[in-house]
């Protein structure tokens, strides 16, 4: 029984090396470019949702600024945010006539604080691309005239970068190669580029090119205005409306350091675990999946026979193609080789993520970040269970 289903394990782990090669090998990744002369009329706006984002905006705002002839303006929205960010948008106003500050309106009931202040900014933004960037981006010199070129080149309406990861201390870089862990070993990247399916739709956040026309026709933002995961389900939504939306790395154009602490990480990643799953099913599914093929082999190797003794070796078969995984994604990511090598607590830390995220939508506390929380159900009001029983008198 135990054999079987270590068997079972490596030959599923195997077939998801084979994935992970396909897309380290096969999956394009995009060069910065000058802007061609025949695509001078192909002008963006970079777009910028910051809530107290001091710390990031003004490195954000001049790499944006340094793009170059393709980028018309540069509009950040202040999301009432409580730091300098509003202070550092208007010196860089002041200084470059094609930053734009504006405020976003209170937020509406049902919207997520960065869909809605998404939304404000392409309504303000007169590019005929839009390129929506956190400001914890950095844009590398030529950045933006390569999407535009490779969405045009691709006939795509929606071009996302799937951003390389800047990493500072142990903790981000034991823990966050995990993020493209998850979705690589899940997602077939080339085939997606090939394919029109909504459910191959992929999207970073950090980094999502549109075209204005496209953007408006279908409704933007307002297509996933409560969702937390919102760059794959506005992706989805865009190939389920006919348009086409592609995913391509621009981990050599595009960087992102998400998060620096391990505090950070944890709530940054328990924010979107189970929010990033539509049914409890799929939830439970894909905690059993990464639990049984990416974690129980190296929980089991201390409990079996020595190294290719007797009926142990499938579980080090199995291990060692999840080590392999990582290698190749820390190839070509450029991630720390030794990063692989700490998986099995990266992943059961992963796991307990998954968990306390589960609890926080199941108990109704909801999920916090940047000072709002989100899904959190209303508690009972005492007072309204007592109200016209007589035992409350105003």
Same mark, same amino acid.
């Given at each position: 029984?135990?054999?079987?289903?270590?068997?079972?394990?490596?030959?599923?782990?195997?077939?998801?090396?084979a994935?992970v090669?396909w897309n380290?090998?096969?999956?394009?990744?995009?060069?910065?470019?000058?802007q061609?002369?025949?695509?001078a009329?192909?002008?963006?706006s970079?777009?910028?949702?910051?809530?107290?984002?001091?710390?990031n905006?003004?490195?954000?705002?001049?790499?944006?600024?340094?793009?170059?002839?393709?980028?018309?303006?540069?509009?950040?929205?202040?999301?009432?945010?409580?730091?300098?960010?509003?202070?550092?948008?208007?010196?860089?106003?002041?200084?470059?006539?094609?930053v734009?500050?504006i405020?976003?309106?209170?937020?509406?009931?049902?919207?997520s604080?960065?869909?809605?202040?998404?939304?404000?900014?392409?309504?303000?933004?007169?590019g005929?691309?839009?390129?929506?960037?956190d400001?914890?981006?950095?844009?590398?010199e030529?950045a933006?005239?390569?999407m535009?070129?490779a969405?045009?080149?691709?006939?795509?309406?929606?071009l996302?970068?799937?951003?390389?990861?800047?990493?500072?201390?142990?903790?981000?870089?034991?823990?966050?190669?995990?993020?493209?862990?998850?979705?690589?070993t899940?997602?077939?990247?080339?085939?997606?580029?090939r394919?029109?399916?909504p459910?191959?739709? !992929? #999207?970073? &956040?950090a980094?999502?090119?549109? @075209? /204005?026309g496209?953007?408006h +026709?279908? %409704?933007g933002?307002?297509l996933?205005?409560g969702e937390?995961?919102?760059?794959?389900?506005?992706?989805?939504?865009?190939?389920?409306?006919g348009?086409?939306?592609?995913?391509?790395d621009?981990?050599?154009?595009?960087?992102?350091?998400m998060?620096?602490?391990l505090?950070?990480?944890?709530?940054?990643?328990?924010?979107?675990?189970r929010?990033?799953?539509?049914?409890?099913?799929s939830?439970?599914?894909?905690?059993?999946?990464?639990?049984?093929c990416?974690?129980?082999?190296?929980?089991?190797l201390?409990?079996?026979?020595?190294?290719?003794?007797?009926?142990?070796?499938?579980?080090? !078969? #199995?291990? &060692?193609?999840?080590?392999a995984? @990582? /290698?190749l994604?820390?190839? +070509?990511? %450029?991630?720390?080789?030794?990063?692989?090598?700490?998986?099995?607590?990266a992943?059961?830390?992963?796991?307990?993520?998954?968990?306390?995220?589960?609890?926080?939508?199941?108990?109704?506390?909801?999920?916090?970040?940047?000072?709002?929380?989100?899904?959190?159900?209303?508690?009972?009001?005492?007072?309204?269970?007592?109200?016209?029983?007589?035992?409350?008198?105003?």
């Amino acid at each position: 029984m135990i054999f079987a289903l270590a068997l079972t394990v490596a030959i599923i782990n195997l077939l998801i090396l084979a994935l992970v090669a396909w897309n380290a090998l096969a999956w394009p990744p995009l060069k910065p470019v000058r802007q061609p002369a025949e695509d001078a009329g192909e002008e963006c706006s970079i777009l910028i949702p910051a809530r107290n984002e001091a710390h990031n905006l003004a490195d954000c705002l001049e790499a944006a600024l340094a793009q170059g002839p393709c980028v018309r303006e540069v509009i950040v929205c202040d999301d009432h945010s409580s730091d300098a960010t509003v202070a550092i948008a208007r010196r860089f106003a002041r200084l470059d006539p094609r930053v734009r500050l504006i405020g976003a309106p209170p937020l509406a009931d049902g919207w997520s604080g960065k869909s809605w202040a998404c939304l404000a900014l392409a309504q303000a933004a007169e590019g005929r691309w839009l390129l929506f960037i956190d400001a914890d981006v950095r844009l590398a010199e030529g950045a933006a005239a390569a999407m535009i070129a490779a969405a045009r080149r691709r006939r795509a309406s929606f071009l996302s970068c799937w951003p390389g990861l800047a990493l500072g201390g142990f903790w981000e870089r034991a823990l966050m190669p995990l993020l493209n862990f998850v979705v690589f070993t899940l997602h077939p990247a080339p085939l997606a580029l090939r394919r029109t399916d909504p459910s191959l739709g !992929l #999207a970073h &956040g950090a980094c999502i090119l549109a @075209r /204005a026309g496209a953007y408006h +026709r279908l %409704g933007g933002h307002r297509l996933v205005p409560g969702e937390m995961f919102e760059d794959t389900a506005l992706a989805r939504a865009w190939r389920a409306g006919g348009e086409r939306a592609i995913c391509l790395d621009g981990s050599r154009i595009v960087s992102v350091r998400m998060y620096d602490s391990l505090p950070a990480i944890w709530q940054g990643f328990k924010k979107i675990f189970r929010p990033a799953f539509r049914r409890q099913t799929s939830f439970w599914l894909f905690f059993g999946f990464h639990g049984t093929c990416f974690l129980l082999p190296f929980v089991a190797l201390p409990f079996v026979a020595l190294p290719f003794a007797g009926g142990a070796w499938p579980f080090w !078969l #199995a291990a &060692g193609a999840v080590l392999a995984m @990582r /290698a190749l994604q820390a190839w +070509r990511f %450029g991630y720390p080789a030794w990063a692989a090598l700490l998986h099995p607590p990266a992943q059961a830390l992963l796991l307990a993520n998954g968990l306390a995220s589960w609890w926080a939508l199941r108990s109704g506390s909801g999920v916090e970040w940047k000072g709002r929380t989100y899904h959190a159900r209303p508690r009972p009001d005492p007072l309204a269970a007592t109200a016209g029983k007589g035992e409350f008198h105003g």
